[in-house]
C-alpha cells in the first residue's frame, strides 16, 4: 500500500468504490430504460412495427430486387404462397407479443404455430415446379446445387434477422416459447422475402435452401435461451 492510501481515513477507500459501483449501475439503469420503452409500448403498436417490418421489406424486394422471372410466374400460385406465409407470420407475431394479462396458451397451442410453419416451408418447397419458362429459373441444381442454396439460406436468414430481433426486442417475457414463435415468424418471413427473391423454381432448391431457414432461427432461439437472451 502507497503512503497516499495509508493516509486515507478509514472508510474512505470504501466510499470510491460505493461511487464507482454506482455510477456503473447507472449507467446500466440508463442502456436499459430504452428496451424497457420498448417493451411498454401497448401490444397492438408493437405486433403493428413487427409487422410492419416484414411487409416494408417485402415491399421494398418486391419493388427494388423483385425475382426476374415474374412474368412468367402462376400469379394465383404466387398470391397463395405469399399469403400463407404472411398469415403464418402475423399468427407467430400474434402469440408472442399478446398481452401478458392473457393466459398462457397451452404448449400443444403454442408450439402449433411453430409446427405449422415447419410444414408449410416444407410443402411449399416440394410442390412441382412453378414453372421453368424462364432462364432465370435453370440451374440450382447438381453441381450448383449447394452453392446456390448456401447463398439463398444467407440471404433468408439475413433479411429475417430483423424480425427476430425485434419480436425479442418487444418481448415482455413471461412467456416460456416466445423466443421460438419469434424464430418461426422470422424464419417464414425470410421465406417469404425469398419467394420474391429467388428465381429458382426446382422443388430440390427449395427444400434445402429456403425452408432451412425456419431451423436456422429455431437453433438461434435454442442458443439463446441456453446462454441468455
Not at 404472411?86 to 408472442?96: E, N
Not at 415446379?129 to 432462364?135: E, G, I, Q, T
Request: glycine share 6%; aromatic share 8%; hydrophobic share 50%.
Amino acid at each position: 500500500m502507497s503512503d497516499q492510501d495509508q493516509n486515507l481515513a478509514p472508510g474512505e477507500l470504501d466510499l470510491d468504490f460505493d461511487a464507482m459501483f454506482s455510477e456503473v449501475q447507472s449507467q446500466v439503469e440508463q442502456d436499459s430504460s430504452g428496451l424497457k420503452r420498448l417493451k411498454s409500448w401497448s401490444t397492438l403498436r408493437r405486433i403493428s412495427l413487427t409487422l410492419g417490418i416484414v411487409l416494408v421489406t417485402l415491399a421494398g424486394i418486391t419493388l427494388f430486387s423483385a425475382r426476374p422471372d415474374l412474368e412468367v410466374y402462376p400469379l394465383p400460385r404466387m398470391l397463395v404462397t405469399v399469403a400463407i406465409f404472411v398469415a403464418l407470420v402475423a399468427a407467430s407475431i400474434w402469440a408472442a407479443l399478446r398481452p401478458l394479462s392473457q393466459a398462457n396458451l397451452p404448449l400443444h397451442k403454442d408450439s402449433f404455430f411453430v409446427v405449422a410453419s415447419i410444414i408449410a416451408v416444407v410443402t411449399l418447397a416440394i410442390l412441382p415446379a412453378a414453372h421453368l419458362d424462364h432462364p432465370a429459373s435453370q440451374g440450382a441444381v447438381g453441381p450448383e446445387l449447394w452453392p446456390k442454396a448456401a447463398a439463398c439460406l444467407y440471404y433468408g436468414t439475413i433479411t429475417g434477422i430483423p424480425v427476430y430481433i425485434a419480436l425479442r426486442l418487444f418481448d415482455r417475457g413471461g412467456r416460456h416459447f416466445s423466443a421460438f414463435l419469434a424464430a418461426a415468424a422470422a424464419g417464414v418471413a425470410g421465406n417469404s422475402f425469398l419467394q420474391m427473391h429467388c428465381a429458382y423454381t426446382d422443388p430440390t432448391h427449395l427444400l434445402t435452401s429456403h425452408a432451412p431457414v425456419v431451423l436456422v432461427f429455431l437453433v438461434l432461439s435454442l442458443l439463446t435461451r441456453k446462454f441468455g437472451r
